[in-house]
C-alpha cells in the first residue's frame, strides 16, 4: 500500500525551558527554546483512508482508521497522534492516508517534551498531505487540546507553543494570557547543557494535576482570575491569608513570574551571570516552594552549579524526575561538558546522559528530492 520511498520528512524538536517553570496554567510567563534533538518523521502517503505510525523505540505500530470519526487512540503514544489527527477532522478537514516512520534522539519521559514534539510533528504531516496550514497559534493550541483530551494531562501552552514557535538562535518568551510572544536572542556567547536525571516522570501521574489544583484554589482565595494577576509587590501582604501548602505554591508562582521578566531582560543585554542566578534561584523555588524537584535533579543542580564556566542550573520541565538544563559559557562548552560528566557521575552513582544543545527553530518539513 505505500510507496516504497518517503516523499517528506518532518523534523519536530524537543524544549528546553530555560525559566518559568509552572507558570503556564497560571496565565504567566515562560521562556522555553527548542533543541536541536527531538524526532524525524519520514512520510509516504497510502492509497488507502489509514494512517499507520511506527516508531523506533518499538512496540506496536499504531494505525487509525482516517474515514470515521476519531474518538479515543491507543498505546501510549497513539493517544496523542489520535487526539491530533481528530483535531483536523473537526475542522472538517479529510486528511488522506498516510504512513510514518518515527525515529528520535530525545529521552521520553524525560521532561524535553518528547509529546509536543509528537503532536506537532503529526499536525505539520496533516497539514503538509492536505497542502495547506492554520495559524500556528491555533495549531499549538489543537496540539494542546489533544494532549487534554486524548492523553489526560492537564498541561499548559508552554510545550506546543514553543515547539511550534521556536526561531534558530532565540529563546521564546510567551505570555501565556495573552497568548503574545517575542523571541530573546541568545547570541553566540553561550550553550545550553542539558543533563538527564535518568528518573522517569510522567505527567498524567497526578502530581502535577494536584500542583495545578493548588495552584487554582490560592488563585481562588486570593479572589484572582489567576495567580498571574498576584504582583511580587503586593504578595507579602497577600501571603499570610492562604494556608499552606497554597502558599508556598502561590509565593512560586509569584516570584518566578518576576524572575521570567528579569532574566528576559539579563538575556537582551548579554547579563548571563544575572540569569544565571535567577535560574539558581527558580531551581530553589521549584524544589522547597513548589516541592516539584527530585533528589536526583537537587543533586545534580548542586554539583553542576559549582563548575567554572556554568553561570546557572535549573530542573526544567514538569518535573518529578526528567532533566535539568545549564546555561554555560560557550567557549568553555566542552570542558564544562567533561566537568559536568564527571560531577554528575560522582553525585549520582551512575553516569548521566547529557548532551550540548543550542536553539532551533520549531517543527519544519524537508521535502526529499
Ligand atoms: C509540562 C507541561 C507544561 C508546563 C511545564 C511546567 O512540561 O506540559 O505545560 O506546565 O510542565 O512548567
Not at 507558570?23 to 522555553?32: E, K, R
Not at 470515521?68 to 488522506?96: E, F, H, K, M, N
Request: proline residues 5%.
Amino acid at each position: 500500500m505505500t510507496s516504497p520511498r518517503h516523499e517528506f520528512t518532518v523534523v519536530s524538536p524537543g524544549r528546553v525551558n530555560l525559566i518559568g517553570e509552572h507558570t503556564d496554567y497560571n496565565d504567566g510567563f515562560v521562556l522555553p527554546l527548542a533543541i536541536d534533538r527531538g524526532l524525524r518523521m519520514d512520510v509516504c502517503r497510502r492509497l488507502d483512508d489509514r494512517a499507520v505510525l511506527s516508531s523506533d523505540r518499538g512496540g506496536p505500530s499504531v494505525e487509525i482508521e482516517l474515514g470515521l470519526p476519531i474518538t479515543a487512540g491507543r498505546g501510549d503514544w497513539g493517544r496523542y497522534v489520535a487526539g491530533v489527527l481528530a483535531g483536523y477532522q473537526r475542522l472538517g478537514w479529510a486528511i488522506p492516508g498516510f504512513a510514518a516512520r518515527i525515529t528520535a534522539d530525545l529521552p521520553t519521559g524525560g521532561g524535553l517534551s518528547s509529546s509536543a514534539a509528537l503532536e506537532a510533528g503529526i499536525a505539520t504531516v496533516v497539514e503538509t498531505l492536505c497542502g495547506r496550514t492554520v495559524d500556528p497559534v491555533a495549531k499549538a493550541l489543537l496540539c494542546q487540546r489533544a494532549e487534554h483530551e486524548f492523553a489526560g494531562v492537564p498541561c499548559g501552552i508552554m510545550d506546543q507553543f514553543a515547539v511550534t514557535l521556536a526561531r534558530h538562535g532565540h529563546a521564546l518568551f510567551i505570555d501565556c494570557r495573552s497568548r503574545e510572544v517575542a523571541h530573546v536572542p541568545l547570541g553566540t556567547s553561550i550553550a545550553v547543557l542539558v543533563i538527564d536525571s535518568g528518573v522517569k516522570h510522567a505527567l498524567g501521574d497526578g502530581g502535577y494535576a494536584a500542583r495545578r489544583h493548588e495552584c487554582e484554589t490560592a488563585a481562588r482565595l486570593l479572589a484572582r482570575p489567576a495567580l498571574r494577576d498576584v504582583s511580587g509587590m503586593e504578595w507579602p501582604s497577600l501571603a499570610p491569608t492562604l494556608p499552606e501548602p497554597e502558599r508556598r505554591r502561590a509565593r512560586h508562582v509569584v516570584t518566578e513570574n518576576d524572575r521570567v521578566h528579569a532574566f528576559a531582560a539579563a538575556a537582551r543585554a548579554g547579563d548571563w551571570p544575572t540569569a544565571g542566578r535567577l535560574m539558581r534561584k527558580s531551581h530553589a523555588s521549584l524544589r522547597d516552594d513548589f516541592e516539584v524537584s527530585c533528589p536526583e535533579l537537587d543533586r545534580i543542580c548542586d554539583a553542576v552549579g559549582r563548575i567554572a564556566g556554568v553561570f546557572g542550573c535549573r530542573m526544567t520541565g514538569g518535573g518529578f524526575g526528567g532533566c535539568a538544563v545549564a546555561l554555560i559559557d560557550d567557549s568553555r562548552a566542552s570542558d564544562v561538558e567533561a566537568a559536568a560528566r564527571a560531577a554528575c557521575t560522582t553525585a549520582l552513582g551512575h553516569e548521566p546522559d547529557l548532551f550540548l544543545t543550542a536553539a532551533a527553530a520549531g517543527t519544519r518539513v524537508e521535502v526529499n528530492a
